[in-house]
């Protein structure tokens, strides 16, 4: 029997204010909090509690048969807390039922694996950390922002100890090869490589609710049989997309939410395809082959591979000062910095610097910026005041001088408070003798 | 085909961009091929850079013998730009106290003319403007008859008078250039007379030609212009030569930030100031240079005084050719401030001399223009901010310098020229099927 696995990413990222550059240095707030909390909250109305709602009934209507795995951001976990604690509750209860995989990657969506080992570990360690805090399931597939992938980041996934990578089945690596198999890395063949079936992905997160598409109307039933009938032979479908499909790219009056609904229904009644989930597939199947990527792969554009991340001069440079000053900033162990500095990793700062015209689905989050130089700009402003403020923390005063100063502090008020005290005294007495 | 054109001023004699762009689409004409170019200005000195077209001057063409013949004609025309009379020639005062003594109709008028009987003109911008564009148009239609071609093409309001005159001798049609319009010289307190005569020109082309949608919007919505006779041409910029090329050398070890324009109201000189002034609070190896004159040059001198930042801010007055290529080649970013730009040809030339550039969007060449920031005019923090990055960014500055160079280099006079050919051939169609009919 065929199996189908269903992956849901859900991340945010954290617009940036406009920082100009007489900031810098004065002011190191970087967020723009109002747009964010709006911006969280509708989406919760209209695509969290619904998604997460209807992925729950599934559970308590199928039991065992309905799974699922979901890749949340360890930044937009801390986001949904602040926010709307609601949705964190949600995913919790999903994560207890046994039936849902959390699955690892970065903590803020980022592109540390572009940078070092090092960067990445520090991103997966706390990525693992937060959703172990979350589920207390230890992740064991990798999922990078816009499915990023070559032989070397499957490396260093494999050494932090991921037995499995989601990556794009891009025609140009599988050529002849079908998608719908499981696949090995080729420096480090215990990694299991699980290819996303890109056209019946991009057929919901994309072309949905689109009616000039030839599709259009896509009913369950019409999915269903794409699903039994794909082109070329498979064990198993991976579909992978944004959890913001429903509701949010696609809106609920679109009908995704019925689609989903009976699609389940569908599957679970045939008797013809089962769910998995990545795991689940990485212990049952045995992998055909290994698989060449020696150039990073991606799920963006027509080429498929990383440009829209770092294919310009501009992008390169705020990578190389971002990753620069790594060392430095945890050598601060200031909670505060390391926040901000993971933060600006967040794959989404680098891809509004793109001059690509963005591809579907990303065309879905637009932008705030007029033109990629003043993201850049914008971007820059901030990276430098992260800086400043990383260098002056070793240039400050030592920590047993800022207790000596607020010591001594401490005893001229106090000296001062016993000055008055014998003032007031005196000033009784004589108010007394009147 | 031969096309007769009118425009105030031709390289060097300029003072604005006005004459760059008239000579920048006769050569592109010239390269296109197939067009014999009369371009009529009213003052020549000879030395102008007329390469594969005939130049003429107004000063030039006798009109004494215009006399018995004109002054049905001059009526009209003369009415057309507010100033009501036919005229005479005269040459001595005593001439004129000769002629005066006569009678004549109502309203004649006498125009003082040379010892060869012709017109005399300065061609400059001074009081007697609107005397000079009215004489300016008697002699174009003196010029209209006595020549063969089959178009007519006047750039902007000074010429258009011109151009309708010589469109109404001939009975040629009539193209108009609109390079600037009075809501952008004025900034809103605009001048009526101008007015009337820019919408008269407008009215009496067969087809208007407007260097940016910006200018092709205020054409139709401020003068009523139906939107199927008026196109979009964007201008171009030269690409320099190889003396021009040649690297020049930097005194000072500072970057440099330039403004260069006419320093007045519509270039939005004080945004510049006010951003100069932003920056210097957070850097000091910087300096600012406004290089042009203008209307405002002395309120600017006291505002930046008054914002103390004299010690890194620069007068250098009107530049004149080699010394602007020079003032930009010495630039790290360029910087055009415009409150109303129609086109703005000067961020071309300095992508095209390697420099980064900053355009508000309320210039017609943001329209076609990727390699540049962009920002509001009166927004002098994000103005302040992109000098800022693009003088502290240095792989932002690099990517303007090289991709704003071909961007620049792609925008060809040629290609502005093949545009406004087939303006020309569309109105002469047009007008053939029209006489047809009739």
Redesign the interface.
């Known amino acids: 029997m065929k199996s189908l696995c269903l992956i849901f990413r859900v991340h945010q990222p954290l617009p940036l204010r406009k920082y ?3 900031d ?1 240095g004065a002011d190191h707030g970087y967020y723009d909090d109002y747009t964010l909390e709006n911006h969280m909250k509708k989406l919760a109305v209209e695509c969290y509690l619904p998604a997460t709602d209807l992925l729950l009934n599934q559970v308590s209507r199928y039991g065992g048969a309905m799974k699922a795995a979901i890749y949340l951001s360890g930044s937009t976990l801390e986001l949904f807390n602040r926010y709307t604690p609601g949705v964190t509750a949600r995913f919790r209860e999903l994560a207890s039922t046994g039936q849902i995989e959390f699955l690892g990657g970065t903590w803020s969506h980022s592109l540390a694996c572009l940078a070092s080992e090092q960067a990445l570990a520090l991103q997966a360690g706390n990525h693992q950390a937060a959703i172990r805090d979350l589920t207390g399931q230890t992740t064991e597939v990798f999922l990078n922002p816009g499915l990023l992938y070559s032989d070397e980041i499957g490396q260093m996934a494999a050494n932090l100890g991921y037995k499995g990578i989601i990556t794009e089945g891009a025609r140009h690596i599988l050529g002849w090869k079908s998608p719908g198999f499981l696949y090995c890395n080729p420096l480090q063949p215990r990694l299991k490589v699980l290819m996303r079936h890109y056209k019946l992905s991009e057929d919901l997160e994309c072309r949905f609710s689109d009616p000039h598409w030839e599709g259009f109307p896509l009913t369950a039933d019409k999915y269903f049989g794409w699903l039994l009938n794909g082109g070329q032979p498979a064990e198993s479908i991976h579909l992978c997309l944004d959890l913001e499909t429903f509701g949010h790219y696609h809106p609920a009056s679109s009908g995704i939410f019925r689609f989903l609904d009976h699609l389940l229904y569908l599957i679970n009644h045939s008797g013809e395809i089962s769910l998995s989930t990545p795991s689940e597939i990485l212990n049952s199947l045995q992998p055909v082959s290994m698989i060449n990527v020696p150039n990073p792969l991606s799920q963006a554009g027509e080429e498929r591979d990383a440009s829209l991340w770092i294919g ?3 992008q ?2 705020a990578l190389n000062l971002l990753y620069g000053i790594a060392d430095m900033v945890t050598a601060t162990q200031d909670p505060r910095i390391l926040c901000d500095w993971h933060q600006l990793q967040d794959s989404d700062h680098f891809r509004f610097m793109s001059e690509n015209t963005p591809a579907p689905p990303l065309h879905h989050r637009k932008s705030p910026y ?2 990629p ?2 993201a ?2 914008n971007y ?2 901030i990276l430098n005041d992260l800086t400043i403020r990383v260098k002056s923390h070793f240039s400050g005063p030592s920590p047993e001088e800022i207790i000596r100063n607020l010591k001594n502090r401490v005893n001229d008020l106090e000296k001062e408070i016993e000055k008055s005290k014998e003032e007031i005294h005196r000033l009784r007495k004589r108010k007394k003798g009147h | 085909m031969r096309v007769l054109m009118f425009g105030w001023e031709f390289p060097p004699h300029i003072s604005g961009g006005l004459g760059t762009a008239c000579c920048g689409l006769t050569r592109g004409l010239t390269e296109v091929g197939g067009v014999s170019l009369l371009f009529v200005v009213p003052r020549a000195w000879g030395d102008e850079e007329t390469a594969g077209i005939s130049l003429m001057g107004a000063n030039q063409i006798p009109v004494v013998y215009t006399r018995s013949v004109e002054k049905e004609t001059w009526e009209t025309v003369t009415e057309q730009i507010r100033v009501n009379s036919p005229l005479l020639p005269y040459q001595s005062p005593e001439e004129f106290w000769a002629l005066k003594s006569r009678s004549y109709p109502k309203g004649t008028r006498f125009v003082e003319v040379t010892e060869a009987g012709t017109i005399p003109f300065t061609g400059s911008y001074g009081p007697t403007l609107f005397e000079e564009i009215r004489r300016y148009a008697l002699v174009a239609g003196q010029i209209a008859i006595s020549n063969d071609f089959e178009v007519i093409h006047a750039h902007d309001w000074m010429a258009y008078p011109a151009g309708i005159e010589a469109s109404r001798r001939s009975g040629k049609p009539l193209v108009i250039h609109v390079h600037a319009t009075e809501f952008d010289r004025s900034g809103g307190n605009i001048n009526s007379i101008v007015y009337n005569i820019e919408r008269e020109g407008m009215e009496a082309a067969g087809r208007i030609i407007a260097v940016s949608n910006l200018t092709r919007h205020t054409i139709i919505e401020k003068y009523r212009i139906p939107p199927r006779k008026v196109v979009t041409v964007y201008n171009a910029a030269e690409p320099l030569t190889e003396e021009e090329k040649k690297g020049i050398k930097k005194g000072i070890t500072e970057k440099i930030v330039t403004f260069m324009g006419r320093i007045t109201y519509q270039k939005g000189p004080e945004y510049f100031v006010e951003a100069a002034a932003l920056v210097l609070s957070r850097m000091e190896n910087v300096r600012f240079v406004m290089a042009g004159s203008g209307d405002m040059m002395e309120a600017m001198i006291g505002h930046a005084a008054r914002l103390g930042i004299t010690g890194h801010f620069h007068f250098t007055g009107f530049l004149r050719g080699d010394d602007a290529y020079r003032m930009l080649r010495m630039s790290d970013v360029f910087v055009m401030p415009s409150v109303s730009e129609p086109f703005g040809i000067v961020p071309l030339e300095a992508m095209l001399a390697n420099v980064p550039v900053i355009i508000s969007r309320q210039s017609g060449v943001a329209e076609v223009l990727r390699y540049a920031i962009k920002t509001d005019f009166w927004d002098t923090y994000a103005l302040a901010d992109a000098i800022y990055g693009l003088l502290n960014y240095p792989v932002l500055a690099h990517l303007f310098t090289e991709r704003g160079k071909v961007e620049a280099g792609n925008l060809k006079w040629k290609n502005a020229a093949e545009e406004v050919l087939k303006v020309y051939r569309s109105l002469l169609e047009e007008t053939f099927t029209k006489t047809d009919r009739t």
């Open positions: 100009r550059f007489f810098i310009n001069d501009l390169n440079e007029n033109s130089y003043e850049f700009l820059m402003n």
